[in-house]
């Protein structure tokens, strides 16, 4: 069974368009997998940690957006950006001491649930009185096409096995880099020195945002639009569709075929009775 997760999985809200694969006994988060489960084909979206030994994994799919959902910007801009969700998963304070230990002025554009209402009072808001940081607050989809595309870079420094990020490939087609931590599908998502730079460290990313300027933003909306496009999405999962019905079909034959024609399929010459004395 394929199950569209938008609430809470174990206290803590999966990203948008994630879905959870349910089977056997056991339960996982993913971010874009073609499957097919024994019983019954299925085809789930998130990339994965480990898969379950009962889970038939055909493909990996990731998330889309349309290509014209967000402009180009060929410039940029010189400050870093933050969105999001203030939570502790998200790592908020990292991004505020990378931007101060970079020198560079960081806006925060995110929204605070209330669950994590005592975390933002107690270990952010202190932070946000140094001048370099700006807190913007929750913004609309109308409005991030600016605010991503007028970045330096996106800055998504993570702390746990995000199922994918859709904000990364969101800076991506304005042409934004994005600086992010080594969990869940970072790897898979930022083609490193092309689209931005994978780290494991504060320290790490301030190097990164250093060697920012040598990225061209071109390069990274050519990116997007090679990997992460909507279309793109939909030809990858028409493709695993057609696979499935094409192997359901074959198996319907196999079943359907009488024996002795079966065997004239797969052989020219099939077995001839063998001769037995006195009959």
């Known amino acids: 069974r394929v ?7 174990e206290g803590r809200r999966l990203g948008r368009g994630s879905l959870r ?10 971010q874009g997998e073609a499957a097919a489960h024994a019983h019954p084909p299925c085809l789930t979206a998130g990339r994965p940690g480990p898969m379950p030994p009962s889970l038939n994994w055909l493909a990996t799919i990731d998330h889309g957006l349309p290509a014209t959902l967000y402009r180009f910007n060929q410039k940029g801009g010189s400050y870093l950006a933050f969105l999001g969700r203030i939570a502790p998963e998200k790592r908020p304070d990292r991004a505020i001491e990378i931007a101060k230990r970079a020198g560079i002025p960081l806006k925060i554009a995110a929204k605070v649930d209330p669950a994590d209402q005592e975390y933002f009072e107690h270990v952010i ?23 991503l595309g007028n970045a330096l870079a996106l800055l998504f420094p993570i702390d746990w096995p995000e199922p994918f ?17 080594r969990k ?3 790897p898979k998502v930022i083609d490193e020195g092309v689209t931005g730079f994978v780290v494991d460290s504060i320290e790490g990313a301030v190097r990164a945002v250093g060697q ?8 990274v909306r050519q990116q997007f639009e090679a990997r992460f496009t909507s279309s793109q999405m939909a030809t990858k999962y028409l493709a695993v569709y057609k696979e499935l ?3 359901s079909k074959r198996k319907k034959l196999a079943k359907s075929v009488p024996v002795e024609k079966w065997m004239s399929i797969v052989d020219d010459h099939p077995l001839q009775p063998l001769p037995v004395n006195g009959l």
């Open 21 to 30: 694969w349910q089977g056997a006994g056991q339960e996982g988060d993913h």
């Open 125 to 147: 808001e202190p932070l946000l009185h140094d001048p370099l940081v700006e807190f913007i607050g929750e913004i609309g989809d109308h409005e991030k096409n600016e605010f």
């Open 3 to 9: 199950l569209l997760d938008r609430g809470d999985v």
């Open 184 to 186: 869940g599908s970072v």
């Open 245 to 247: 019905v094409a192997g």
């Open 212 to 219: 920012i300027g040598v990225l061209d933003r071109t390069a």
């Open 165 to 181: 990020g859709l904000v990364m490939i969101e800076a991506m087609a304005t042409g934004t880099p994005v600086i992010a931590w």
